[in-house]
């Protein structure tokens, strides 16, 4: 979101103003530090935007991938799952960014599903 602003050269207080949020709201959400968007706020966003149904598509996944207080519950799952959720939990900040894109694509590819 934040790159789409920028590159249109749209203040982030404009943007606040328009969408009817405070800018202090928005720029938590540009920088994952605010759960994901209502239903609501992402449409609202899109149609500010007027992008096109590709980009509106990838704005919705990345609304539901944004939330950065995320839980996960491993009862019933193999060992091995919270294991793997406990040690990322205790690295995941000390992890560089080429990690996580590895790990996470890696995530993917095992589990089946597109990013």
Known sequence: MRALREERGISLKDMA???GVSSAYLSALEHGKRGKPTGFLLHRIIAYFNV??????ELQRLAE???PKISIDTGGLPPEATELTNRLAGAIDKLDPEDLRFLRDE?????GKRR
């Open 65 to 67: 991938i944004s939330d």
């Open 52 to 57: 096109i149904w590709d980009e509106a598509e």
């Open 17 to 19: 103003e328009s969408l």
């Open 107 to 111: 995530v993917i590819r095992r589990s």
